[in-house]
């Protein structure tokens, strides 16, 4: 089955460091980039920024760039979002995404999601 | 970044009613323009890409129109499954931005 399976919900403090994860299977990996989208509670989807497995090139949106890491680990399947120092703002739904062409997400959009990973920050 | 102008917000309907949700750029991104379904709780699902193109397995009872700046999501006829919030997006230019969304409920 096609599908992105991501790490599950959790809870940290503020300044803590944190890192989610994003398994893919059912297809090849590296051929398709994998974007990430937050999702505020009760607000709508921001595009984060998008990372090409097959060599780790990112593109980052300018509202997250500094903010956070994508990385991938392509021998595991594995994509990577990380703060290293978490703020309570960060509270949200977190998901990757797959576009639907494979070797370019350029001009198009997500149709495969994972289930979302729930982060919050509170003291 | 590209500005998008999702409207309504929200509105009511019945079952078996039509419904229309537009969305404005603020410049022109061709056809460049997906729709996405979200229920409470799950993470979104692509109805429409390219403006027009209806992804396998989505109902034809969604369609999508448009071009440059002025795109419509159109549901003919109102299901009870489809009771959800709808977000356009565009591709056109990173990074992709969302529509703030229109949520659908029951009247």
């Known amino acids: 089955e096609v599908q992105l399976v991501q790490s599950g919900a959790e809870v940290k403090k503020p300044g803590e460091s944190l890192k989610i994860s994003c398994k893919g299977s059912?297809?090849?990996?590296?051929?398709?980039?994998i974007g990430w989208v937050r999702q505020m509670p009760g607000k709508g989807l921001e595009w984060m920024g998008i990372i090409f497995p097959g060599d780790s090139e990112t593109r980052y949106s300018p509202s997250f760039r500094g903010q956070v890491t994508m990385s991938a680990d392509k021998s595991i399947r594995t994509a990577y979002l990380q703060w290293s120092s978490l703020k309570a703002s960060d509270s949200a739904m977190y998901y990757c995404?797959?576009?639907?062409?494979?070797?370019?997400?350029?001009?198009?959009?997500?149709?495969?999601w994972g289930q979302g990973t729930m982060v919050t920050v509170s003291s | 970044d590209i500005q998008m102008a999702q409207s309504p917000s929200s509105l009511s309907a019945s079952v078996g009613d039509r419904v229309t949700i537009t969305c404005r750029t603020s410049?022109?991104?061709?056809?460049?323009l997906n729709w996405y379904q979200q229920k409470p709780g799950k993470a979104p699902k692509l109805l429409i890409s390219v403006a027009s193109s209806l992804q396998s397995g989505v109902p034809s009872r969604f369609s999508g129109s448009g071009s440059g700046t002025d795109f419509t999501l159109t549901i003919s006829s109102l299901q009870p499954e489809d009771f959800a919030t709808y977000y356009c997006q565009q591709s056109y230019n990173t990074p992709w931005t969302f529509g703030q969304g229109t949520k659908v409920e029951i009247k």
């Open positions: 995404a797959r576009p639907y062409r494979s070797g370019s997400y350029e001009r198009g959009g997500f149709d495969l």
């Open positions: 059912g297809y090849s990996f590296t051929s398709y980039w």
């Open positions: 410049q022109s991104i061709a056809s460049y």
